[in-house]
């Protein structure tokens, strides 16, 4: 329970930084970000409904069927890894703006700290990406016995932690947290990171999958700059109660 206690405080502290801070209109070009990549990838579902015509196929046609929630996946992936690395430059922003709120500590905008947090969400959401392609055959394998709702399942599990660890990494790259220490802190709050990733992949796998535009736009333009706050507040309160964790 001290999770869901926590997540809501989290929410409404950035219901509240949102209206305080004017920071609403940040939220303008998610829009034309998620429309751009909508446009262009579709989350990889096209080419998996590619592939349809080749399921009558002798001999093959059932491997064509299974096939194609494996490509859409790796497709919606992709998408995904494009989508939070357009966001970062916001993302990263509301995570300064968080600090400030929280320890009352003025952020002066850095080049240099908004070039290493971007480097540092690729180098995570890349091992991600490489880790689910190496994973996604063994889960496609079990899929022939288990289904593909186990595959789309264990799917979204197995990048989780990594899409949410790489949303608290904006606050602990603010804080000049060396990425031992980084993964110290994703492996203690797990649980946290997994959450956090999940409704992300959540919030956009399924309205594509469904064709649920509102949805999806209402996904893209709000669900990744609120977990952002969200993963901030959570942050720094913890390291309130925590000692100082190594920096750089």
Not at 95 to 122: C, G, H, N, W
Not at 197 to 223: M, R
Request: charged fraction near 15%; aromatic fraction near 20%.
């Amino acid at each position: 329970m001290s999770i869901i206690k926590d997540f809501t405080a989290g929410f409404s502290f950035a219901i509240r930084l949102i209206l305080k801070r004017n920071l609403w209109k940040y939220f303008i070009p998610s829009i034309l970000i998620g429309s751009l990549f909508f446009l262009l990838f579709n989350g990889g579902l096209n080419l998996g409904r590619s592939l349809s015509f080749m399921e009558d196929w002798w001999g093959i046609g059932w491997i064509i069927s299974k096939s194609k929630l494996f490509v859409s996946f790796l497709g919606f992936m992709i998408l995904e890894f494009f989508i939070l690395v357009a966001l970062s430059p916001i993302n990263s922003y509301f995570a300064e703006q968080t600090k400030e709120e929280i320890t009352d500590i003025p952020t002066d905008f850095s080049i240099i700290i908004f070039l290493k947090s971007l480097k540092r969400m690729v180098v995570i959401l890349l091992f991600a990406f490489f880790m689910q392609c190496l994973i996604s055959l063994f889960l496609w394998a079990f899929s022939f016995v288990l289904g593909d709702q186990f595959y789309e399942l264990a799917s979204l599990l197995n990048v989780s932690f990594f899409i949410g660890f790489s949303f608290f990494d904006f606050s602990l790259e603010l804080d000049d947290v060396n990425r031992k220490e980084s993964w110290k802190f994703g492996k203690k709050n797990w649980l946290s990171c997994i959450v956090i990733g999940l409704l992300v992949n959540l919030g956009i796998y399924y309205p594509q999958k469904h064709d649920l535009i509102i949805v999806y736009f209402i996904s893209i333009v709000f669900l990744p700059h609120i977990l952002t706050i969200i993963t901030s507040y959570l942050y720094y309160n913890s390291k309130k109660k925590s000692p100082q964790i190594e920096t750089t």
